[in-house]
């Protein structure tokens, strides 16, 4: 016949410890199942940030040629008005010059005109016999008063 083999059955120090690996084991499965979720999860999220980030790029592609043209445009712009900015300052000095000449030779004129009234009064009260008639030989064009 034939011989049968005992079977050896596990002395429970021995069923505890493979008890005890087998939780183990199973610890560390959960854990690393875990971790692999994580990772996807983590994947999933940044390949959807991936795309958007493409989509974003390609918004960004179709309006920016549009947008260096307004740069482009603005730019000339800046240009021209800087140059009539100048031209406007230049001409403002210009008429502030012309203005303070104005002043000045109608200064000169109120002056001129001051003189000539207190001659007329000192004529008038009889301080100065010897004025009369028109003081324009006195005073001609283009003579100054003493």
Same mark, same amino acid.
């Given at each position: $016949?034939?011989?049968?083999?005992? =079977?050896? =059955?596990?002395?429970?120090?021995?069923?505890?410890?493979?008890?005890? &690996? +087998?939780?183990?084991?199973?610890?560390?499965?959960?854990?690393? #199942?875990?971790?692999?979720?994580?990772?996807?999860?983590?994947?999933?999220?940044?390949?959807?940030?991936?795309?958007?980030?493409?989509?974003? #790029?390609? %918004?960004? &592609?179709?309006? +920016?040629?549009?947008?260096?043209?307004? +740069?482009?445009?603005? #730019?000339?712009?800046?240009?021209?008005? #800087?140059?009539?900015? &100048?031209? +406007?300052?230049?001409?403002?000095?210009? %008429?502030?010059?012309?203005? &303070?000449?104005?002043?000045?030779?109608?200064?000169?004129?109120?002056?001129?005109?001051?003189?000539?009234?207190?001659? $007329?009064?000192?004529?008038?009260?009889?301080?100065?016999? %010897?004025?009369?008639?028109?003081?324009?030989?006195? =005073?001609?064009?283009?003579?100054?008063?003493?």
């Amino acid at each position: $016949m034939h011989d049968i083999i005992p =079977f050896p =059955f596990p002395t429970a120090a021995q069923f505890e410890v493979s008890q005890s &690996e +087998l939780e183990l084991y199973k610890e560390k499965f959960t854990r690393q #199942e875990r971790q692999l979720k994580e990772a996807k999860d983590k994947q999933a999220a940044i390949h959807t940030e991936l795309q958007d980030k493409k989509k974003q #790029e390609a %918004g960004i &592609e179709k309006v +920016l040629p549009k947008k260096r043209k307004d +740069l482009q445009k603005s #730019e000339s712009e800046l240009k021209v008005v #800087e140059e009539t900015f &100048e031209k +406007l300052t230049r001409q403002l000095r210009e %008429g502030r010059g012309r203005v &303070e000449e104005a002043r000045s030779a109608l200064e000169s004129h109120k002056k001129r005109g001051q003189v000539l009234e207190c001659l $007329m009064q000192q004529r008038d009260a009889g301080n100065i016999p %010897g004025i009369c008639g028109r003081l324009v030989s006195v =005073f001609g064009k283009g003579s100054t008063p003493p």
